[in-house]
Nanobody, 114 residues
């Protein structure tokens, strides 16, 4: 019974920073990769950042240079450091883990005011 729980969302002014965390439980294997997705109001879900078990990363063009994804020492944890936030970053952010099947958290809301 794998569970992913996001935390760290909130309200921040444009130009500010937030750090999202994704904690996991019920893990008996190592995930192939973990990542963050987001869904803005009225928009489709999109990939924000992804990190493989080997440490390679991918970022959406819209967040390159501003966001950084990292894995915890336990590996089955993931963080997203978000700097220079923009109003268009406003969305619900979801943690994802790739294993025998895909697992998803329930999301944490990030609101960036202008």
């Amino acid at each position: 019974q794998v569970q992913l729980v996001e935390s760290g969302g909130g309200l921040v002014q444009a130009g500010g920073s937030l750090r999202l965390s994704c904690s996991t439980s019920g893990i008996i294997f190592s995930f192939r990769a973990m990542g963050w997705y987001r869904q803005a109001p009225g928009k489709q879900r999109e990939l924000v950042a992804r990190i493989s078990s080997g440490g390679s990363t991918n970022y959406a063009d819209s967040v390159k240079g501003r966001f950084t994804i990292s894995r915890g020492n336990a590996k089955n944890t993931v963080y997203l450091q978000m700097n220079s936030l923009k109003p268009e970053d406003t969305a619900v952010y979801y943690c994802n883990a790739e294993g025998p099947m895909d697992y998803w958290g329930k999301g944490t809301l990030v609101t960036v005011s202008s």
